[in-house]
């Protein structure tokens, strides 16, 4: 079955609905990522700006991180299929990390070692094992482009680097410094980029 994609005299375009639902989620997911693309950016420039611990910054961290799973939610949905078990691994890694790492953010805000030992190190170990395996996944299932999975396998990586190459202005501490958001903020705007071109092939 398929539906006309315009209401409009008769163009001879239709569309099947299964890519109108493909389009809406690309077009949600490309959305939520400019927008965690935007927080990071804004709070790693913050960061450099004003290069001291500034442990509010902890509590803001949680808004692009935030935003950052909800877009993996919608990459997954775009791209997610029967045979691509490796992506699909790699997605419910990401996803249990990211609800690790935010119990551990509310130990670190609220001053409880124990429950903060769930940011780090477990959460962020599993963070970047998830992603990396979300990227090749992404790469193996060729419903976006590649930069896509790319940008994905080297996000964490691409963070920690970027950080030790900002530490001579961006000096590291143990919290309060988000001076490589800037690196995850591109990330996340290569990964809109991707599900953007989603729409333009639907």
Not at 164 to 169: C, G, W, Y
Request: net charge positive.
């Amino acid at each position: 079955m398929i539906t006309k994609t315009t209401s409009g005299p008769d163009t001879g375009h239709y569309a099947r609905p299964a890519d109108a639902s493909l389009s809406a989620l690309a077009a949600a997911g490309s959305r939520f990522a400019f927008c965690a693309a935007a927080c990071w950016i804004a709070l790693g420039v913050e960061s450099i700006v004003r290069p001291r611990q500034e442990n509010y910054r902890d509590l803001f961290w949680m808004i692009p991180f935030g935003l950052t799973p909800v877009t993996f939610l919608y990459t997954h949905a775009v791209q997610r299929s029967q045979s691509a078990r490796a992506e699909q691994v790699g997605f419910y890694l990401v996803m249990t990390a990211s609800t690790l790492a935010s119990l551990g953010n509310v130990g670190l805000l609220a001053g409880q070692p124990i429950l903060a030992a769930f940011g780090f190190p477990w959460g962020a170990l599993l963070w970047m094992v998830g992603l990396i395996a979300f990227g090749i996944g992404t790469l193996k299932a060729k419903a976006l482009p590649r930069y896509v999975g790319v940008a994905l396998i080297l996000l964490e990586p691409g963070s920690i680097l970027t950080g030790l190459a900002l530490s001579p202005i961006s000096l590291l501490h143990d919290r309060g410094a988000c001076s490589a958001g800037v690196e995850k903020g591109l990330a996340l705007i290569f990964i809109a980029l991707g599900l953007r071109s989603q729409l333009r092939r639907s």
